[in-house]
């Protein structure tokens, strides 16, 4: 019963099988492989982007960080929402990589909409060589609540930013999860919406460490490369990075794991609505549940062994019947029997 | 016959044995999983240092870059071979990291020697606030010319950086090829002969991407994981790099492969020696050889399929006979009949 | 009519002619003249800190970003108003100078409450290493609208910062205003109530460009010292700093500038009450008014000659009777005659 | 006595009348003001550049580090001398301006010549993505040992930086004592012979703190603004860097004091050939001087008075045949009677 996050459970037996099927002979280091270019040439396909410039990081925040990088200059501001894992959950890595840049939260909690970003775009030039420069535009699909931007919450997003001239980038942490939940295409959700540069997300859907920036606009393809390497993010046996997200795409690994996770999150949440005392705290869109319950109840899942983290308070706190919150995370490997028996059990 | 580096070659099957047995279940990120700690602790065990503090990351130029960023400041200088890695290809990762320190390059090549580094340390010291401040003295073991520092060297530059009070980083890419050569411990190679940090690598010596931070003295270590999730390259899944070195040091098997490769390229440069028109331009004392013949001869191996790089010069130039020089680097993998078809067709 | 800021008026007689004194003969450069000693000695007398480390640069940006480059870290956040100086005004200079901190902005407008305070605190320290760290808190007295916290107020935060370990900055750009309207003596503004670091402004309030840096707790004087250098803002001819320092404080032409400009501020807020439809938005607490009154009127006295900056809104709109805000701040040169000037213009 | 520097000196009192002239009445800050406006408008007469971008900052740091900052980017590398006040005397203000670039030293002392710079060019051309990027080129005119480059050497340098699309820098720290031997056009000097920004100084020929970015091309002006203002280097009472400036240009004072600090080392080297036992180690071609003699020789000259600094050895060392070098620096404001008893003291 392991909830704690997507990050914990194991690589998908595909990716681990062709990250073996890579391991043979010798191959140029660097991303100057054939298996590097192939999967370059896989994701302009998958995304019907013939010019994008496609590159491999093996982390989330390298990805974020110097998409971001390349968006935007240092005494600009990125705008994000306050609950953006660029903002709370990477240690300050956007401000390293950008040089210094601010980040302005949007008011709003892990998405923003059009109508605010435009006000806090508006706030941003009244200063002129005082303030900081307005800069990219960050938003999270999914986001760190686990719900989901509609496409037309995208556009409508894409449509200040270029009314701006400011880029738009989209952390894709969760890529697969959103695309499962919106059923479009990976264009419709990103270029065709106004994004400029996307985290494409794969270690937390079944890598081992694997993640893809895509710059629909390759622009600044070169910068990215100087900047990954001197970020000492260059991989010199760049074919392992590019034969886990080969696995990750051959036969729509990706989509299917994303729908499972989705799947399985869904089944859990069907199964909490039916609990009496379990409150669902934002409406569950793709693999992640907020949902709180009596202190009690926490802790008898915990003497069983499910493993999550609760949100707020504190589980060895005094009363029995104080409601606490829990991030319970659907990864791809959870099983049916695992989800029903967190269910018995907090069923009592 | 594949000489090009020893980033080109395949994971060693007992990495990847390892790699596999790791994929089971679910384990805490980040780091927190059993595996990661018993990594750790082996490390200390290998180095006879139990108070250090161990890090992984994925890159050589991650390592380099972090470890010199915990032992200096913005403001000073790091002083290093002309030659160094850190110098010359790592694309400004140190400058990034240290957040704008300066390299002095010591008098030398590819190493440093206790004098040299005296003067220029002397040098530093006479313009107060003006000038850059002394910082971090950086050597690599086995160096970029495939030369490897004796126990003796070590320790007389380790003299001079306690003399100033200055911080000594080694550069161990290639540490079980140069440990290999001089057949003494890891302790006796590093903090013993004065050395601070450590860049333990294993990726070129038959990992697919992990190296270790070694900090002896673990004063910075909280700093150091503060700088490595901010740099971007704290894994989630770090279960994965954790494996891979285990697979590493099981059956010490990064000894056996340094000793492998080693013994491969001491075959390859006996066989060179003999060939008459052949030079050798320094001692092969590790996995590395630099060795330089007429343009012809190159260009019959490349025909016959031998990859390396050429040093100096074009290979496509007019003289038959113009002297080229070769960078041949033996991997762990290479085979005998590789080495010996390698000589064949020299030999013509 | 010259209301548009602090910035545009006169330096005093007095800090001019103690220029003109220091024009003579040859001086040690780079602040080892007798008068930079002699400055930085009477600072310490001004502020009953005899330990303190005194230093002078030319703008307060400098002064505000170097001081919170040695009180925090990269990896950190440092905690302040919406409003204050260093989040919107200094085009990411804090950012720049800490090697890319972040500002968390706590909750409130121009100033920050103890309790608004500890709960931005207590919210950064739930998230380990992936979180921003929790740094310095800087606090400006007299405020970005012209108030001024209470010596009971600091003293809340004073409490609060210890209470966490973090150092606690003022930006004093408008001290001695702000001294001025609570009567006390410097130690009793600043150190007495926790201040770890003041930025203490002269330029608004007299001078050419000058303000100094007190460090309370002289740990980090090297380091700043480098960190100036490194900034460019160690002035060669340093002594037309001191110079300028000293014939601020010689005969307490500060604090009889503070006060003169604090008592023009009254009479002109005193004025300002006593006609109609004009509204005082913010009490004035220092040498700032915001004040709300009809575009209409607005455009009578920018036609008078009257300078000043509409704080919101647009002075070339349709609706003559719609309400504008306006910034008026008074430096110490303002006459009676055009505070009643002004006066007599907005009366009709 | 006074040769220690030319930092050392009074500030002329056509610069101080300047000062005091500009301190009339109100004035729109940030430079804004008429007074600036001006300056800048003299400023691209001087140069015959109408379409350069002006800039005014306080330091000869700031204006080399913001310089080199718009030409370059973090992942180059800056070319030039070992002994450039750059790479020597900034403590990495460069390095922290451009955000991490490297400083390339070309083969040289205080200048480069155009072949070496070919060669140091060539190197750093081999290595991709891994090794630093070919930056900007800077050049110290006049240099720190007192030398000056020819028009022909300029323009020899520039056809390098122009054939490999590098932009060129000149420190121009001591540009109106170049100018003054060279006999030649500001013109002439710079853009004419392929510089594209230039550090123009000020404060050592007389003001008190002044100095001028000029880009020749403005296509870095409103970055420049940016980077100015982040870095702390734009003055609220812009009208006082302003008023030195329009000061120093005014009746062509800059020329007429660089041409006086030049005759008064002309008047000092002179006296120096006849003195027997004493040596001149560069030809001095500005208003700087090294010059070699025995230590006793120097005792007497501290003892009666004289300020310079002794470039090698030990003032207080056993020998007194023991030859030691002076830098010996003519500030504008030196007499010829102390140059004249500099001598006599010599002598004996």
Chains 1, 2, 3, 4 share one sequence.
């Not at 200040?160 to 499962?180: C, I, K």
Request: charged share 20%.
């Amino acid at each position: 019963m392991f909830f704690a996050s997507d990050n914990t459970g194991p690589a998908h037996p595909e990716v681990m099988a062709a990250l073996g099927r890579a391991n043979e002979g010798f191959a140029t280091p660097y991303g100057g492989d054939t298996l590097t270019a192939a999967v370059q040439a896989r994701l302009r396909e998958v995304f019907e982007a013939p010019r994008a410039a496609v590159y491999l990081v093996a982390t989330g925040t390298a990805a974020n960080a110097l998409a971001l990088s390349v968006l935007g200059q240092p005494w600009q501001t990125v705008f994000c929402a306050p609950h953006a894992h660029i903002q709370e959950d990477e240690c300050n890595a956007p401000e390293f990589y950008s040089g210094g840049a601010k980040l302005t939260l949007v008011e709003g909690e892990d998405r923003i909409g059009a109508e605010a970003l435009s006000r806090a775009i508006a706030a941003e030039q009244t200063r002129g060589v005082h303030g900081p420069q307005r800069g990219p535009v960050s938003i999270t699909q999914a986001t760190e609540r686990g719900t989901v931007y509609s496409l037309a919450e995208i556009e409508a997003i894409g449509a200040v930013t270029q009314a701006h001239g400011l880029p738009l980038h989209m952390d894709g942490a969760r890529f697969a999860n959103a695309l499962a939940t919106l059923g479009c295409s990976p264009a419709e959700m990103t270029w065709k919406r106004g994004v400029d540069a996307l985290s494409f997300g794969a270690t937390k859907n079944g890598c081992l460490g694997v993640e893809a920036v895509i710059l629909f606009d390759p622009a600044h393809a070169w910068e990215f490369e100087l900047r990954r390497k001197r970020g000492a993010h260059l991989f010199s046996k760049h074919r392992y990075l590019a034969a886990q997200m080969m696995g990750y795409l051959d036969g729509d690994l990706w989509r299917r794991s994303g729908a499972r996770a989705n799947a399985n999150c869904a089944r859990l949440a069907e199964g909490l609505r039916d609990i009496s005392g379990v409150g669902i705290a934002f409406e569950p869109q793709a693999n992640i549940i907020f949902c709180t319950f009596a202190r009690a109840l926490h802790r008898r899942l915990h003497e069983a062994g499910a493993q999550y983290n609760i949100w707020d308070g504190d589980l060895d706190g005094d009363d029995p019947d104080a409601p606490l919150t829990a991030r319970l995370v659907c990864d791809w490997s959870i099983s049916h029997a695992e989800i029903d028996r967190f269910l018995d059990v907090l069923r009592g």
